[in-house]
T-cell receptor, first 111, second 117 residues
Framework: DQQVKQNSPSLSVQEGRISILNCDYT??????FLWYKKYPAEGPTFLIS?????DKNEDGRFTVFLNKSAKHLSLHIVPSQPGDSAVYFC??????????FGTGTRLKVLA | DADVTQTPRNRITKTGKRIMLECSQT?????MYWYRQDPGLGLRLIYY???????NKGEISDGYSVSRQAQAKFSLSLESAIPNQTALYFC????????????????FGPGTRLTVL
């Protein structure tokens, strides 16, 4: 039973445009969400997070939106750059320090 | 120097062999984790440890065991490796966090690519 789902395995975007990566979850107990970026041959690195008490968190070019009623979060990257090409994982936790990850979306930013 | 290191980085072994993957961290974190990554399945939690005396099974612990030798070291063992354990394995740590808006984030090692023939 996949509690955290990323339904798009891949996404291609032109450089300078917006990239939108989506993530859905089923467990209403999740109250903290994270996005990680992973380059080939490296471990995932933390990108941005959001608590369930907020609906938006912004850090430079990266913004995460949370829609609790829809159990949906999205990561917006504006403007997209070729260096953003990577696999992006969303993750969720219910405060137990145990994290559930999605299956990942491979983003390719075309120059 | 990397904060979270994993050895070996690559390993090829045969069915039935016992192998150990090692993880060390210099971040001073209490919490450590082992994940495996498979294509199309994302990162799945194998075991996690909140301190030296606290070890817990994750989503897919069958066929694996762990040892927390010290705060900084967390090893994953495959007692009798089988081909469907071929995967990329990641160790991670997370530090003391609070509740509310800011919580722990996890720091991952570079991964171990394991092939079981």
């Amino acid at each position: 039973d996949q509690q955290v789902k990323q339904n798009s395995p891949s996404l291609s975007v032109q450089e300078g445009r917006i990239s939108i990566l989506n993530c859905d979850y089923t467990n209403s107990m999740f109250d903290y969400f994270l996005w990680y970026k992973k380059y080939p041959a490296e471990g995932p690195t933390f990108l941005i997070s959001i608590s369930s008490i907020k609906d938006k968190n912004e850090d430079g070019r990266f913004t995460v939106f949370l829609n609790k009623s829809a159990k949906h979060l999205s990561l917006h990257i504006v403007p997209s750059q070729p260096g953003d090409s990577a696999v992006y994982f969303c993750a969720a936790t219910s405060g137990t320090y145990k994290y559930i990850f999605g299956t990942g979306t491979r983003l390719k930013v075309l120059a | 120097d990397a904060d979270v290191t994993q050895t070996p980085r690559n390993r090829i072994t045969k069915t039935g062999k016992r192998i150990m993957l090692e993880c060390s961290q210099t971040k001073g974190h209490d919490r450590m984790y082992w994940y495996r990554q498979d294509p199309g399945l994302g990162l799945r939690l194998i075991y996690y440890s909140f301190d030296v005396k606290d070890i817990n099974k994750g989503e897919i612990s069958d066929g694996y065991s762990v040892s927390r030798q010290a705060q900084a070291k967390f090893s994953l063992s495959l007692e009798s490796a089988i081909p469907n354990q071929t995967a990329l394995y990641f160790c991670a740590t997370s530090g003391p966090g609070g509740t509310g808006e800011i919580r722990d984030t996890q720091y991952f090692g570079p991964g171990t690519r394991l092939t079981v023939l």
